[in-house]
């Protein structure tokens, strides 16, 4: 029914009296459920700006929340130290938890201390490594995402490029570390190149999967729109590899970081791979237990990195 009422005069509106005993219409008089009606949408609008107001989150069901996230890690963590503290409780060549824990806090009293060349902090071995993994997996994205595009493209070029990938992908990284001494006569620009080779194959072979998995139909109406192929790359291509792309950076930032540590002990120079052998050398095995964790925290911070790059990435691209 309407919210406004026809007088005697054809097309003359009144306006609806909101109260609810009698509403006039015409000449007639309407009841009282008229105007219940009439009120109705009001209680709608009431409820639904009710139902749009936040609801606060008991504070039991986030405290639920938080010790599943940390509970499990934190167990799995106890666990693992007490099973190393049974083990070297009763003394060895392997120094206990408590031993390897004093030497950390006073290696990590002074990181980033200088006394020559061949003797610094775990803190500048730690960011030499990370300049080398960075500068050799920057080129490999460089030219192995372009490539991957490439040969995702070209059936013809992917069947050439294939046979040549599937022989050089299982060698070792440190097969490759020989090759580079022997063309840059150097140890850290060989060691560079040696993160590059192992960085390049994920990111070439994710990248082509994805632009062969992307609808046919999505190409099919470029080609009707007759959209360059750097449109096609950039409006359709791009999007849709994104996940695909992401997922090989992230295994080439892991092999990288793992390589380079096997690197540097070849190699010598500033690098925690260095360090690590450097101080097996000094036989400081705590020194080396606390490298071994290092290694595997900032390994695991560069891959949780990319993931929630990848998360951002693909929401926004979607």
Not at 15 to 20: A, S
Not at 135 to 151: E, K, S, T
Not at 227 to 244: D, Q, R
Request: neutral net charge; aromatic residues 10%.
């Amino acid at each position: 029914m309407s919210a406004t009422t026809m007088s005697g005069d054809f097309g003359l509106e009144q306006p609806v009296d909101r109260d609810p005993k009698e509403v006039p219409l015409g000449d007639s008089i309407t009841s009282q459920p008229v105007a219940e009606v009439v009120a109705e949408p009001a209680k709608e609008k009431k409820m639904e700006k009710t139902a749009a107001l936040p609801s606060g989150v008991p504070f039991g069901e986030k405290f639920n929340t938080f010790l599943r996230a940390v509970l499990p890690p934190t167990l799995g963590m106890l666990i693992l130290i007490g099973i190393w503290y049974v083990a070297t409780h009763k003394g060895g060549s392997i120094p206990g938890p408590v031993q390897t824990w004093d030497a950390a806090v006073t290696l990590f009293a002074d990181p980033f201390y200088r006394n020559g060349p061949n003797d610094q902090g775990i803190g500048w071995n730690i960011l030499s490594s990370l300049q080398r993994v960075g500068i050799g997996f920057g080129f490999a994205a460089l030219v192995g995402i372009p490539l991957g595009f490439i040969l995702g493209r070209s059936a013809f070029l992917s069947a050439m490029i294939n046979p040549i990938i599937s022989l050089l992908r299982p060698v070792s990284p440190l097969a490759w570390l020989p090759i580079g001494l022997l063309v840059f006569k150097k140890a850290d620009p060989a060691a560079t190149y040696t993160i590059f080779i192992c960085s390049i194959w994920p990111m070439i072979m994710n990248t082509a999967q994805g632009v062969q998995r992307v609808p046919q139909d999505y190409l099919n109406v470029a080609r009707v729109l007759a959209l360059s192929e750097w449109k096609v790359v950039t409006k359709i291509l791009f999007p849709a590899v994104l996940p695909y792309m992401l997922t090989g950076i992230r295994l080439s930032i892991g092999t990288a970081w793992l390589v380079i540590v096997a690197a540097e002990m070849l190699t010598g120079g500033v690098g925690i791979g260095f360090w690590v052998w450097d101080e097996w050398n000094n036989l400081k095995v705590e020194h080396i237990i606390i490298a071994i964790f290092v290694i595997g925290i900032v390994g695991l911070i560069l891959e949780q990195s990319l993931i929630l790059l990848a998360k951002k990435l693909t929401k926004e691209s979607s």
